[in-house]
């Protein structure tokens, strides 16, 4: 059975616990002390889905300033985004519009996009977190709370992520399907002689 390769990227301000997500999923662990992304990591996570072998292929970028000029780069044929910020930190909640406006002057096709607000275990939150699900749900996105600390929903947002890809490029290919099939038919009735009129 083949392979489904999906390229997905883990967007957000810096310090908000992208990569922390990334190493949960991927190898069930957590640090508190992370150095910040430089460029982008790359990380390629597999799983299974319908049946299905499935990898995600995830960039985890940058969310420092310097960087962002990068962003572009590692966005371009991505098919999912996760839009991460931290409920400690108004300031990357208030980013979140800026990195969905980034990601989609590069990204230009559909793709599925998560809003993520991370760090859910800890006490001094200051995000109500209503007003983000509600941006989120009507803009067509998931919106999920995370702690990448204590792994609370972590497996629920990849497995979400990876169920909406799988269906999307079903969707996909039984367009594509439908579209030979009628261009198919097209092209037999162009090739009947018209019947002749009088």
């Known amino acids: ?20 997500l990334v190493n949960r999923i991927q190898y069930n662990q957590f640090e508190e002390e992370y150095q910040a992304t430089i460029g982008a990591g790359y990380v390629p996570y597999r799983t299974s889905c319908e049946g299905k072998d499935v990898e995600l292929q995830i960039w985890d970028t940058a969310g420092m300033e ?10 371009r044929d991505a098919v999912g ?4 910020y931290d409920q400690t930190d108004q300031d990357s909640a208030n980013a979140v519009k800026r990195w969905l406006e ?13 809003i993520v607000g991370n760090k859910d275990d800890l006490e001094n939150k200051i995000v109500p977190s209503e007003p983000m699900r509600q941006w989120a749900e009507e803009n067509g996105f998931d919106f999920v709370l995370t702690s990448a600390k ?11 992520l990876v169920q909406k ?3 999307s490029q079903s969707v ?6 439908s579209n030979e099939k009628l261009n198919v038919g097209q092209k037999q009735d162009e090739g009947r002689p018209k019947d002749a009129c009088c």
């Not at 310097?66 to 966005?75: A, E, F, H």
Request: aromatic fraction near 8%.
């Open 1 to 20: 059975m083949p392979l489904l390769e999906f390229k997905v990227v883990i967007i957000g301000s810096v310090a908000v616990g992208k990569t922390a």
């Open 81 to 84: 985004a996760i839009i991460v």
């Open 165 to 167: 890809l799988v269906k």
């Open 150 to 160: 204590s792994g609370k929903n972590v497996s629920e947002l990849f497995s979400n």
């Open 172 to 177: 996909n290919v039984e367009s594509i399907q």
């Open 102 to 114: 980034a990601f989609r002057a590069t990204v230009k096709t559909p793709a599925t996009i998560i």
């Open 66 to 75: 310097r960087y962002k000029s990068l962003g572009p780069i590692y966005y």
